[in-house]
């Protein structure tokens, strides 16, 4: 399968780091509840956040390597939001099956809702609405910057 001219693996290699990124993020995160840090302070590590901030990492990368173009932009997003979504599953399915709580089921981020069904609404919903949001968000940055950052030709040497 060939994406904007690329493979399944050409895109994880681009967005290798993003990934890390993100599982940074949601590492500190589990860590710092974890470790008794206020919730004020919690709150500020956001996986949505970095996932956000990833997405836009990426359409930078994708328009400066010439990597692609909107399908690329809507894959990356699809992958990123992915990664997010399954890094918090995988915090709430440790709380199913551990009964150590984590931050990732307190009730003001979903706790309210049985595991199972917390688990489900971030593997439709946030999966579904985070691609969409992430698309246009991408789509939106690639449009400017083809419009006002257009990539120049490299110089060639007349021999």
């Known amino acids: 399968m060939k994406i904007g001219g690329h493979g399944f693996r050409d895109h994880l290699r681009l967005l290798a780091p993003l990934f890390g990124l993100v599982a940074a993020v949601w590492a500190l995160r589990l860590i710092m509840d974890l470790a008794g ?35 690329n932009v809507v894959f990356a997003a699809f992958l990123v939001t992915c990664w997010e979504e399954t ?32 688990i489900a609404g971030h593997l439709t ?10 698309s246009a968000m991408g789509a939106l940055l690639l449009w400017l910057l083809r419009r006002f950052v257009p990539l120049t030709e490299p110089h060639r040497q007349v021999p």
Do not use: K
Request: hydrophobic share 45%; no cysteine; net charge positive.
């Open 37 to 71: 840090t206020p919730p004020a302070i919690v709150r500020l590590t956001s996986v949505s956040v970095a996932g956000a901030v990833a997405i836009l990492i990426a359409v930078l990368l994708i328009h400066h390597r010439r990597f692609g173009g909107y399908s």
């Open 87 to 118: 890094l918090i599953t995988l915090a709430i399915a440790f709380t199913a099956l551990t009964g150590i709580p984590n931050v990732y089921v307190a009730p003001e981020y979903g706790g309210r809702y049985s595991h199972g069904q917390h």
């Open 125 to 134: 919903y946030g999966v579904g609405l985070g691609t969409l949001f992430g």
